[in-house]
């Protein structure tokens, strides 16, 4: 700044000057004109002249000010280590920041921004990324979605496999003692797929996995583990189950997660970068983001279990059945961490659903009994 | 004369009084404030702020290294970094995409070449990153700069590294030290050319001792392992139909108790060694940098580094401890405020918390690190240098120009150190 009110008359001081040409040493003299800042040789030749406005403060140890001119590729360095000589000139120049004013400024700016682009980033994951999912999915070809399909079914099945050393198959039904079960379950996803009209082709298989569950990948591949073929007490259970499945694939809710997750990723994995362990805050906001949409999407592929098992004439609350019988042996996980909701809300939510409809046996006794072996082999 | 005079005169006194050749001038509790500060604000931006942290710690370690009277100047903004960052995010995103898709392939050769290109480019952002900050450092108005090939050097990297592989580690030292001649060898000081004499050999013989108690205890446990392992146990077991002999039979149960010591061993050995290693690391790499004839030797003791390391493990115990009792007190304050631990709400803001408290967590032990290890290192490199024939440095002609920031981008998206010192 320009300060008329305070003495107008030339001020000296001394100096250090690197001229941006050497790393030659020169002790100077630095007068401080009206407009302008002179830097002398001690044999008063001129080494530079500049004016108040140019000048830019660089980073220095605490007792010095550091000068340079603004914008100029030659770096040439003026330091002053007198206090009052440095007052002097920051109350001449309007760019000098002696104190660090217009520096704390900047930065106050900075963080503002960043904390609302933050605030900004958390809330378009939160509420527009599931929207925009949603939007999205129904434009990927099935034909893509069956070859993405066909490359994680590959990928799961390897690591399900993984510690397998007894030669048996991971699928259940390919072994002699297991074809009949193999026909009867066969027979079952027959009728659902034709009341169901899937717009691609089921691919579902038994596996020997000792947990109560069945999975959905994209592109049409379902798993239903061993432990639920064991679990479930009438073929209307186990429908039932495979019914909220086919839920998954008709919703597209594998693709869609995975939509979901790149979208995810890319916000906050590639935007935000990892500075120290900011990878694993992401991944738990991920999981923790990705389990309050997953509430809306089971609860969807329930209403769809609902619909398919009215028409192949089950029993529309058999999946309430069986969930609320799996679920009572195992309530420790905190239920945010799991993917599905709250089993009560879902039960509540099956039960309201279900009307009386008329009602037709989906397997004989034969059938359902044969169905039990199919993972007979061991 | 004015006053002006009388004061400039004896601050002119002091600064060609004779000093010792390097010295590091700033206060601790400065850069204790600036990373407190700075970690409380990463967390809050979820890490935007690194590239004004990242500057400010620059700016403090640079400007207040002092050589021969004069300190060093970090010339860089956060506004270059944040650019680099968004160059480095326009090439990978397309770059990552093809990846995702590449591993959707059944092929695996596909994920392996994609790992190796991966690679590549970490080590080729690691040199221009370099590139990037010695063009920033300027001392007595002379910036430093760097030439020489990133993709040459990216690839040399990658052999060095194939090598220490298949060598068990033998190959590290030389690897070091011809990685060292090449960056060293397209290192400037404005006109004066920078090169490396330290020895891969003698490098070699100062850290035998360090591989011998950590890679041979390894590779003897994981032979051990193997052994331990009764293969035509398993392969009848596997036959058997009760599972459980299985496991019994081929003797796993021994090789838990190889592996959990051997796990022990290398914890506790690299807990001790690694000080030991950092020391004898940088005293090397110091003591072979030379500029034209300006040659610098390091006097730099181990047992200091070690204390430098023990102050850290104090701080971060102690950190540990006062944490803990917070978090005890926290989790039972919310158990009383949430009241109902079952309900929707409560459990994400729970998750939450602890998401926000590991976080807390995590920044806070990178600030202990950062102002303990960091800082200290860096000063006791400084103050145990020994420069000779300083006087070559009174002429030194600029040089050079300042490079994009394009590397440091890239080693920030790559999470390859790009954002670290």
Known sequence: MSAPNIDSSTVHGRGIFFDGVTTARHDVVVELAPRTLHVHGVDGSVLAQWSYDELETLSSPEDVL?????????????????????????????????????????????????????????????????????????????????????????????????????????????????????????????????????????????????????ITLPGGHIYIYEGLVGAARTPDEFAGVIAHEFGHVAHRD????????????????????DFIGGGAVVVAAKTLLRTSYSREVEAAADGYAVVLMTKIGGDQRALATILSRIAGGTHAEPKILVDHPETNDRVVAIEAMASSTPRRPLLTQTEWAALKTICAEQ | MTHFDAAGSAAHAS????????????????????????????MFTLGIYRFWLTTDVRRYLW???????????????????????????????????????????????????????????????????????????????VRFHQTGSAILYSVCAVLWWALIVLSVGLAYPFAQSQLERFKMRHTFFGNLPGRFEGSGW????????????????????????????????????????????????????????????????????????????????????????????????????????FGIY??????????TAIAGVLLVAGAFGLSKLAGAPSSMRGEIITTVLSLGAYAAM?????????????????????????????????????????????????ADALNVGGSGI
């Open chain 1, 66 to 214: 550091r000068l340079g001119r603004a914008g100029n590729a030659v770096l040439s360095r003026l330091e002053i280590k007198d206090p009052q000589l440095a007052a002097a000139i920051d109350e001449r120049s309007l760019p000098v920041d002696r104190t660090g004013r217009i520096e704390r400024w900047l930065r106050a700016k900075v963080i503002f921004w960043s904390i609302a682009a933050t605030a900004s980033l958390i809330l378009v994951a939160v509420v527009a990324m599931p929207l925009i999912a949603t939007r999205l999915t129904p434009l990927i070809p099935y034909a893509i979605e069956r070859r993405l399909g066909a490359a994680i079914d590959a990928q799961t099945r390897m690591s399900l496999n993984e510690g397998n050393r007894s030669g048996v198959p991971l699928d259940c039904g390919s072994a002699e003692k297991e074809q009949a079960g193999r026909v009867a379950f066969e027979k079952l996803i027959r009728q659902m797929e034709m009341a169901a009209g899937l717009p691609l082709p089921l691919k579902a298989t038994v596996m020997r996995k000792p947990e109560a569950n069945a």
């Open chain 1, 254 to 273: 594998g693709t869609r997660k995975i939509v979901q997750d790149a979208g995810l990723a890319l916000l906050f994995g590639m935007l935000l970068g």
């Open chain 2, 202 to 305: 003698h490098l070699l013989v100062r850290g035998l001792p360090l591989w011998a108690f950590t890679v041979v205890p390894l590779a003897i446990g994981t032979v051990a392992a193997m052994l331990a392992i009764d293969w035509n146990a398993i392969n009848t077991a596997s036959r058997a139909d009760i599972p459980g002999t299985r496991t019994e039979a081929s003797g796993f149960a021994n090789i838990d108790v190889i592996i959990a010591l051997t796990g022990a061993w290398l914890l506790g050995s690299i807990a001790f060694l690694y000080p030991v290693f950092h020391a004898i690391m940088l005293r090397w790499w110091v003591s072979g940098l030379r500029f034209g004839d300006v040659a610098v030797r390091s006097h730099l003791r181990i047992a200091r580094v």
């Open chain 2, 15 to 42: 600064l060609s009084a004779p000093q010792s050749i390097a010295r590091f001038v700033g206060r601790g509790e400065t850069f204790w404030r600036l990373l407190s500060c700075g970690a409380v604000l990463l």
């Open chain 2, 310 to 319: 023990a102050r850290f493990f104090g701080y971060a115990i102690l950190f």
């Open chain 2, 362 to 410: 995590a920044l806070g032990y990178w600030t202990i690190y950062q102002a303990t290890v960091k800082l200290g290192v860096w000063r006791y490199v400084v103050e145990s240098l020994e420069v000779s024939n300083l006087a070559v440095l009174e002429g030194v002609a600029a040089a050079g120009e300042a490079a994009s920031p394009i590397g440091e981008g890239l």
């Open chain 2, 63 to 141: 400007s207040n290294t002092e050589l021969v009277g004069e300190s060093f100047e970090y010339t860089g903004t956060a506004y270059e970094l944040l650019l680099g960052f968004l160059i480095a995010l326009a090439l990978l995103l397309p770059l990552y995409a093809a990846f995702f898709l590449l591993t959707l392939a059944p092929n695996n050769i596909w994920s392996l070449l994609g790992l190796l290109i991966l690679i590549l480019l970490g080590h080729y952002a690691f040199y221009r990153a370099r590139r990037y900050r010695l063009t920033r450092t300027i001392y007595r108005g």
